[in-house]
T-cell receptor, first 114, second 116 residues
């Protein structure tokens, strides 16, 4: 079975500050890991994904995440927050098999203040 | 190109009414998923189609929920005799191919269902 835990339902940062959103996973098989962003009244947009290649994954909008097997973590970071980064962020895991749905965490709301 | 579209975007139903939610996946995408997202929660899997075949419906919460994709493209999620606990955002996602690869799922904007 697979599961995802996102630590912190709400994270607040100042514009220009480091963004760190935490995600820990549980998986009995090599995981595929994803970060999605959701803006109000919109669907989910893929930020980045880990597919067993490089452990440091770069995504869109300046975000990146590092896969750490020993810590079963896939934390999302961005060096400098922008006001437009305010949104809901979801970490998700899959085993990569055909037809396997994504298992999502409960999400973290990121607020950015000026 | 066009992304995944869903209609209606918002639906208000009185308890006991039947509703139908539509998903138009990206053209050519073989796989289609439906998810339910309750307020303040992450999306949860409902059902999966590969072309017109419904291969997994283990996430459907009750027999009041029914999904179809008769021609392997457009899909409809139907909820009969809606209950208040059905209030949620229903997300549809499509994926290009099945196979042992982490193909990206492309999500639609969702349908927000409110049952009064």
């Amino acid at each position: 079975a697979q599961s995802v835990t996102q630590l912190g339902s709400h994270v607040s940062v100042s514009e220009g500050a480091l963004v760190l959103l935490r995600c820990n996973y549980s998986s009995s098989v090599p995981p595929y890991l994803f970060w999605y962003v959701q803006y109000p009244n919109q669907g989910l947009q893929l930020l980045l994904k880990y597919t067993s290649a490089a452990t440091l994954v770069k995504g869109i909008n300046g975000f990146e995440a590092e896969f750490k097997k020993s810590e079963t973590s896939f934390h999302l970071t961005k060096p400098s927050a922008h006001m437009s980064d305010a949104a809901e962020y979801f970490c998700a895991v899959s085993d990569g098999q055909a037809g396997t749905a994504l298992i999502f965490g409960k999400g973290t709301t990121l607020s950015v203040s000026s | 190109g066009a992304g995944v579209s869903q209609s209606p975007r918002y639906k208000v139903a009185k308890r006991g009414q039947d509703v139908a939610l539509r998903c138009d996946p990206i053209s050519g995408h073989v796989s289609l998923f439906w998810y339910q997202q309750a307020l303040g929660q992450g999306p949860e899997f409902l059902t999966y189609f590969q072309n017109e075949a419904q291969l997994d419906k283990s996430g459907l919460p009750s027999d009041r929920f029914f999904a179809e994709r008769p021609e392997g493209s457009v899909s409809t999620l139907k909820i009969q005799r809606t209950q208040q606990e059905d209030s949620a955002v229903y997300l549809c996602a499509s994926r290009l191919e099945s196979g042992r690869r982490p193909y990206e799922q492309y999500f639609g904007p969702g349908t927000r269902l409110t049952v009064t």
